[in-house]
């Protein structure tokens, strides 16, 4: 079984920064990626930012140039950190975990989510 337990959202002027955090634990071998998604509401779900075991990082256009995010592998941690907010960047953020247990098998993994409210 593999955890996966977000923090660091909350309430921000636009134009803020906040930096959210994601720790994954339990029954882990080898970590292949790790993303962020958010869904606001009535809308999809959709990717944010992700970062593979192989030191690729890619970005929703959305907020290229704004968000970073960074992976703590001793930690099996991953960051986003989100400055420059807009209030369309209200959402609900959730972090996902794709690793191998230690059966090899390969599994996707969602935290519980962290809300972002960007508004004056």
């Known amino acids: 079984q593999v955890h996966v337990d977000e923090s660091g959202g909350g309430l921000v002027q636009p134009g803020g920064s906040l930096r959210l955090a994601c720790r994954a634990s339990?029954?882990?071998?080898?970590?292949?990626?790790m993303d962020w998604y958010r869904q606001a509401p009535g809308k999809k779900r959709e990717l944010v930012a992700e970062?593979?075991?192989?030191?690729?990082?890619t970005y929703s256009d959305s907020v290229k140039g704004r968000f970073t995010i960074s992976r703590d592998n001793a930690e099996n941690t991953v960051y986003l950190q989100m400055n420059m907010l807009k209030p369309e960047d209200t959402a609900v953020y959730y972090c996902?975990?794709?690793?191998?247990?230690?059966?090899?098998?390969?599994?996707?993994?969602w935290g519980q989510g962290t809300q972002v409210t960007v508004s004056s």
């Open positions: 970062t593979f075991s192989g030191g690729i990082i």
């Open positions: 996902n975990v794709r690793a191998f247990g230690s059966d090899w098998n390969l599994g996707d993994y």
């Open positions: 339990g029954d882990i071998r080898s970590i292949k990626v």
